[in-house]
């Protein structure tokens, strides 16, 4: 336990029965201030598992082995009102690193970190395999559509040669009726959080988008125009810049940006 929580909160504790393992958990998942745990004494569970009956998906970008089936892959799907190839290849770092790779390794640990704050997390892909392909852009635009779930996280890394171009940015739909009417609102509140959450755990927002604020608004793409929950894609930073590429290709960048993107789930939906 951290020594901010004080006597009185350990008292509460103990007049209410509640068992100290709980809120330990708690205080040790996301690292919230400790004032607000204890101002929230008394709904423990709630705290212990802020994101219980949470549904989230999570979509890392891409296959590993889309580029051996071209075939499938160029194949046009539905992406809101035109067509669009079923998915792309994805970039990779200079040194040939993966953006699939950088991708499935992310979302696995945001799906650690989210299961871990008691939200149901739904994965658009099982594996990161040579020998597979997609799903394809529609199907992850559609999923979790059907439960639905409270929210949805696209992962990709970006591929710009602009000199010096780094940082992250995310993408939200813009209001496109009938497509993203429903969600386009919220979607922009997701965005906002995970902006938030990602400058918060020490990522710098992309210089090279225009605006220069972080945040890109499309139509063009058919994983936000299909979807029917909140929805924002992020491009975690740009693979082809060295500085952005030594952060996604060690364990201990990914995991920052898992932080940053489990962060924004739980500012979403709090
Ligand atoms: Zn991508």
Redesign the pocket.
């Known amino acids: 336990m951290r020594p901010l929580i004080g006597t009185a909160l350990a008292t509460m504790l103990l007049a209410g029965g509640i068992a100290p393992a709980a809120y330990s958990s708690a205080s040790s998942v996301e690292g919230g201030p400790a004032s607000r745990v204890a101002a929230s004494a008394p709904r423990i569970t709630t705290v212990a598992r802020p994101l219980g009956g949470k549904v989230v998906v999570i979509d890392p970008?891409?296959q590993l082995g889309n580029h051996n089936f071209p075939a499938k892959i160029n194949r046009l799907v539905p992406a809101g009102g035109f067509k669009k190839p079923c998915n792309?290849t994805?970039?990779a770092t200079n040194g040939g690193y993966p953006?699939a790779t950088l991708?499935w390794r992310v979302a696995r640990n945001v799906k650690r970190r989210l299961e871990r704050l008691g939200a149901t997390v739904r994965m658009t892909r099982h594996s990161n395999r040579q020998d597979r392909w997609g799903p394809c852009v529609d199907a992850r635009g559609r999923a979790g559509n059907r439960i639905p779930a409270d929210a949805k996280l696209s992962i990709?890394?970006?591929g710009s040669t602009a000199s010096g171009a780094h940082g992250f940015h995310v993408i939200a739909p813009t209001d496109r009726r009938p497509w993203t009417h429903d969600i386009f609102k919220p979607s922009r509140r997701l965005a906002l959080d995970t902006r938030a959450a990602l400058r918060s755990v020490g990522l710098p927002v992309a210089n090279y988008i225009a605006g220069g604020d972080g945040l890109d608004f499309r139509s063009d793409l058919a994983t936000l125009n299909l979807s029917d929950i909140p929805t924002v894609m992020v491009?975690l930073g740009n693979m082809r810049n060295p500085t952005d590429a030594r952060r996604m290709t060690s364990r201990h960048g990914r995991a920052t940006y898992a932080h940053g993107l489990a962060r924004a789930v739980r500012r979403y939906l709090r």
Request: negative net charge; proline residues 0%.
């Open positions: 970008g891409h792309t994805g970039t953006e991708t990709h890394g970006d491009e």
